[in-house]
């Protein structure tokens, strides 16, 4: 769903579909920076139904978390209270500054690509299906219809998986090997194995959406409560470009390529408006938690701890 913003400018609202269990992993790894901080159900119920989030589904998603060691409850008196645990944390530490720190850099380029190559018996379909599953996730892509491949010369994800879902099937081969390319760019090349057309276009869709935001953010007229439901959904946009972007070298981009200015406004966006969602968070959920105000903050890279804040804050 959209919202308009002052001057007609869209304004992202709560995503539609949005699964409890991923925001909530979200918002916890944003807002929450120490394992100390008790964080009572109510309050999370409050910071989804920001978002829409039933109070039912709310509670699934706390439970779902819980089962998953993500967040462990305690009982301070007579309320059960929750907190991430510190594993986690590191965890959702970790996987934030992947996402903001993506494409900062030139990736480390020596020409390498792991390949791997696979013969299945007939019929083999279902483990085909598997074998492609299992590569698609490592982040292969299909170059022809069995030998896959990707950027760099670490074959021991791809030895291990292979073994892992070949190794009983009868007559199966598969061999991971690293490769060179005469012409990498060229139409027989690795990078025509890649939709670098399509990733240009959905970057270009990144920008060509948030970019007025942008400069709404920056003209005072998105306020605190907008601002915790649109520093979620950049996030989430700009993520679901990282995962299907293979990083490859320049060399073997489309120019213009899009990323570097998509990437100014997802960061410009997600920076500006951290403290803005901060207080909103902290808004919503004093009345079920009133030291709120103490452990809530915003994550950032390369930040000084906050005066007045616990130690380890962001």
Do not use: K
């Amino acid at each position: 769903m959209r919202g308009q913003g002052p001057d007609g400018v869209d304004i992202p609202r709560a995503q539609a579909g949005q699964n409890p269990q991923h925001l909530l992993a979200t918002l916890l790894g944003e807002y929450f920076d120490s394992p100390d901080a008790d964080l009572p159900s109510a309050a999370v119920v409050a910071m989804l139904g920001e978002f829409g989030i039933s109070e039912s589904s709310a509670r699934s998603a706390l439970s779902r978390l819980a089962r998953r060691g993500l967040i462990a409850a305690r009982r301070p008196g007579r309320r059960v209270t929750y907190h991430v645990t510190p594993q986690a944390m590191a965890s959702h530490r970790a996987y934030l500054r992947r996402f903001l720190t993506f494409g900062a850099e030139p990736p480390e380029w020596t020409g390498d690509w792991t390949v791997v190559a696979f013969s299945l018996p007939e019929p083999g379909q279902a483990h085909r299906h598997s074998v492609r599953r299992t590569l698609s996730s490592l982040g292969f892509v299909r170059l022809y219809d069995s030998v896959w491949m990707r950027p760099g010369r670490d074959t021991r994800a791809a030895s291990r998986a292979m073994a892992d879902v070949l190794s009983d099937v009868a007559h199966a081969r598969w061999s991971v090997v690293c490769a060179r390319f005469d012409d990498e760019a060229g139409p027989h090349g690795p990078a025509a194995a890649y939709d670098l057309d399509g990733l240009a276009v959905a970057y270009q869709n990144f920008i060509d959406e948030y970019r007025e935001l942008r400069a709404a953010v920056h003209a005072g007229e998105v306020d605190a409560a907008r601002a915790f439901i649109v520093r979620t959904s950049v996030m989430d946009s700009w993520r679901s470009l990282v995962l299907v972007d293979p990083d490859l070298p320049e060399h073997l981009l489309p120019t213009p390529w899009p990323r570097p200015r998509a990437r100014e406004i997802f960061l410009d966006i997600h920076a500006t408006l951290g403290p803005l969602a901060a207080s909103r968070l902290v808004e919503i959920t004093t009345p079920y938690w009133p030291a709120a105000a103490s452990w809530v903050t915003h994550f950032r890279l390369a930040a000084a701890p906050m005066p007045g804040r616990p130690a380890g804050a962001r």
